[in-house]
């Protein structure tokens, strides 16, 4: 996988980590989170999929249940734009969050230059790969997506404790 498939797939991550958590278990019961919870499963997703590609995030955050919105930053910078706080030592905020472009919107802006009549077949085939490192990590996302809701930000080191402790499920 190339540099924009990796990214592609990270971005396609976060939806796939929702709609996986909402998959009915063995016994056939369906779980519905709360918003805040599919939130966490959404940064979680991206988080994991992205230490499992060797690119371990700074933080992932969380916000308060009433904002419902999260980010997964890379060295200063959010995945998905740019974040106004620098350094290691400050966390970012999530003001400024609604003028990042969408998950999907990047994933399909990369699948549509990489392959312009046939985008929507690739951009399916980057979600399988995704949804493929999610259920190979699966443990480990819902590790993670716990400590979001109860923390909001997960700093990169406990990122990489969680991913040591879950190794990937052969």
Known sequence: MNRGEEDAVIDLAGRAAQRRAQRPDAEGWC???????SVCFHEAGHAIVAAALGRFPQWAIAAKPEISR??????GRAHI????????????????????????????????????????????????????ILEAHWPAVKILAIELREKGTVHRPDI??????????E
């Open 70 to 75: 999260g980010r997964v930053v890379f060295n």
């Open 81 to 132: 734009g740019n974040s106004p706080e620098q350094g290691a030592e400050t966390v970012p905020t999530l003001e400024g969050n609604a003028l990042l472009e969408s998950d999907f919107t990047k994933a399909a802006r990369f699948c549509k230059f990489m392959s312009e009549r046939g985008w929507l077949s690739y951009m399916r085939t980057l979600y399988q790969r995704a949804d493929a």
């Open 31 to 37: 779980r519905w989170p709360s918003l805040h919870e």
């Open 160 to 169: 990489e404790d969680i991913m040591r402790r879950w190794p990937r499920k």
